[in-house]
């Protein structure tokens, strides 16, 4: 192996993308080998470092993803479910490790994604927060501890520009209290409510969305009894943390064999 890590970055002209870039570059152990944007981007040709505003690295950014990936050891992708799969083939081709905080994923980018994990460590999470890894792992435990008794809620915020909803953290914190509870997440799932909804059903656990404003994400997981609540909650107020987050996970899996990880593996706090 190198002795700095060689990462490409797909997708790397917006918000996170750009961050990723200035993250694995201030990052001791890591080095950005390729950058990559979606064909027709005005941003092809452009030097990765300037875009993220850490100047000129010499890695000029490609439409060209195999090309990029071709010689990396690990690529991390914040892109769209679509784009994200084409990218665990090329990875998998490639030998390389992949980092994968895209949220949204279908059946068939799933099927992909895990085809991938057969070949090379893939490392998938819906929030590469530190903060938020705990917190799924304290909702599970809460979850198994309380028991039926308490309603399980969560409630995400997040910006206006948000596309897809609940979130993919919300999501995660709810199969977290699923498992915990020991039943079929996708069976009590209540995602929305409108109009004459009737009772709560016992062992459901619902979802509330709100978005607004610039908020980087908020999310809360409410245990509601007679009573008495339990409220866990994470706020983020910089986009930074997912950034570094990403690339602890990417030097963490250098030297794992193939298979498919989440943040609770790198952190150690998988059972």
């Known amino acids: 192996m190198s002795e700095n890590m060689k990462i490409v970055v797909v997708g790397c002209g917006g918000r996170m993308g750009r961050l990723l870039v200035r993250q694995v570059h201030g990052t001791p ?8 944007e979606a064909r027709g981007s005005e941003l092809i040709g452009s030097d990765a470092g300037a875009l993220a505003g850490v100047g000129e690295i010499g890695v000029h950014v490609l439409d060209d993803a195999a090309a990029a ?6 690529v991390i992708d ?16 490639a030998g390389a490790a992949l980092i994968i905080g895209t949220t949204g994923a279908g059946p ?57 909803a609940p979130s993919g953290t919300a999501l995660g914190l709810g199969r977290a209290a699923a498992k915990g509870r020991g039943v079929d997440h996708d069976e009590v799932k209540t995602a929305a409510r409108d109009g004459h909804t009737g009772e709560r059903h016992q062992g459901d656990i619902g979802y509330a969305v709100l978005r607004g404003g610039d908020v980087v994400g908020e999310h809360s997981v409410i245990f ?12 983020a107020s910089a ?33």
């Open 108 to 164: 068939a980018e799933t099927e992909v994604i895990e085809k991938a994990a057969h070949h090379v460590p893939v490392v998938w999470a819906p929030n590469f927060s530190v903060g938020v890894t705990l917190l799924m792992a304290l909702t599970e435990q809460a979850a198994q501890i309380l028991g039926p008794d308490y309603d399980i809620e969560v409630v995400e915020m997040h910006h206006r520009h948000k596309v897809d």
């Open 69 to 74: 990936i071709a010689h990396a050891e690990a």
């Open 224 to 235: 509601a009894a007679e009573g008495e609540r339990v409220e866990l909650t994470h706020k």
């Open 239 to 271: 986009r930074n943390l997912f950034a570094a987050g990403a690339v602890r996970a990417a030097l963490w899996a250098r030297a794992r064999k193939a298979g498919l990880y989440s943040m609770k593996d790198v952190l150690g706090l998988e059972n």
């Open 29 to 36: 152990g890591v080095a950005v080998c390729g950058a990559t």
């Open 78 to 93: 914040f892109t769209a479910p679509e784009a994200t799969a084409e990218h665990a083939r090329l990875a998998a081709q």
